[in-house]
């Protein structure tokens, strides 16, 4: 894998190369060399397209402006989907402890106080870490960070 400095210097390199040239072809290589970057067309590519078939370009900037609501719109949904799935869970867990905590303590009422108690003190535990944001997946994306 390239490395900033080895890409740092083959640029530098490069560069000096081209300033060492004759005014004539640096100018030309000059030229050539522009680069562009970005969600539309360089502003010449687009002046080229409206010479072939006119409103070209105005139809490429709305096109990609469309484009741009339409993934912020569809980006917006998937993090509403994701948060009512994590409020959903959150409430079916809580329900599911506390009907197994319920069940604990009937066990325990019923003189059954070991399997009563393990049931009931898992299910308290769970539900504490459950509430205290303590999770697998919020810990591994804290041990990828480091």
Known sequence: MDSPLN???EIDNIVSQ?????????NLIYQRLEIYQGDLPHPKILEGYNALYPDA???IIENGIAETEHRREMEKKYLNANIKAHNLGQVL???IAVLIIVGGIHLILNNHQVSGSILSGVSALGVIGMFTGNNKDKNNENSNDV
């Open 7 to 9: 890409n740092e210097y």
């Open 18 to 26: 081209v300033e060492s040239l004759p005014e004539a072809e640096r």
């Open 57 to 59: 370009a105005k139809r």
């Open 93 to 95: 867990g809580f329900i």
